[in-house]
């Protein structure tokens, strides 16, 4: 699920990247392109962190369960 989520906001937030460095919108465009990026990169590194958290605790579980 995260894993397709990351993917999933990996789109507008490249997007709102490449689509700033073109002259096709005007000052609001602009505008409006950093907030989406800023707000994308936001929930992108909130979602990979809770990826990372999962990943590392479901690797420590079954190191700890193999034990015994």
Same mark, same amino acid.
């Given at each position: 699920? /995260?894993? %397709?989520?990351?993917? /999933?906001?990996? #789109?507008?937030?490249? #997007?709102?990247?490449?689509?700033?460095? /073109?002259?096709?919108?005007?000052?609001?465009?602009?505008?409006?392109?950093?907030? #989406? &990026?800023? %707000?994308?990169?936001?929930?992108?590194?909130?979602?990979?962190? @809770?990826?990372?958290?999962?990943? $590392?605790?479901?690797? @420590? $579980?079954?190191?700890?369960?193999?034990? &015994?």
């Amino acid at each position: 699920g /995260f894993f %397709w989520a990351l993917i /999933f906001l990996s #789109l507008p937030l490249t #997007l709102s990247s490449i689509a700033s460095m /073109f002259n096709l919108f005007g000052t609001d465009g602009q505008e409006f392109l950093y907030y #989406l &990026h800023r %707000w994308t990169a936001l929930a992108f590194a909130c979602t990979a962190i @809770i990826c990372l958290y999962i990943l $590392v605790r479901r690797q @420590i $579980v079954s190191e700890n369960t193999e034990q &015994h």
